[in-house]
């Protein structure tokens, strides 16, 4: 019986996505975190935990064995140098691509609906208000 797929979570996603998009950049598990982070100041509280997240999205990947990278340890911690996709890592982030692909051009109906839905339960509670 096969397994099933292992779901990629948001940081994981943002992961193999960028180094997909990006083949030609060395990536470390810093400039992940200033890549998917950019609006952080390195300094900032905020930087030390966007970077906690992508080392812990990292490592989900390693386990998954979506990306390798070059283990390295410094005055945060462990972290990775020269990540990059496996073979399997490569196929993940062409699926992830295509889903938010597909997710971006269902967005408009998917708000519609959602509006279409809200507005009918408005006008139930206003109904029931005055019944």
Not at 15 to 24: F, G, M, R
Request: glycine residues 6%.
């Amino acid at each position: 019986m096969a397994k099933p797929k292992a779901r990629l979570d948001d940081d994981e996603s943002a992961i193999v996505v960028a180094l997909y998009e990006s083949p030609q950049v060395f990536f470390n598990t810093y400039l992940l975190a200033q890549t998917l982070h950019p609006k952080h100041a390195i300094t900032a509280p905020e930087s030390k935990a966007a970077f906690e997240r992508v080392c812990r999205a990292t490592e989900e990947l390693i386990v998954k064995g979506l990306i390798k990278g070059k283990r390295a340890k410094g005055n945060d911690g462990i972290f990775y140098n020269d990540i990059q996709l496996t073979r399997k890592g490569e196929q993940e982030a062409i699926q992830e691509r295509k889903q938010r692909s597909e997710f971006q051009k269902n967005l408009p109906k998917l708000i519609k609906d959602a509006n279409s839905v809200a507005k009918e339960i408005a006008e139930a509670e206003a109904k029931r208000g005055n019944g």
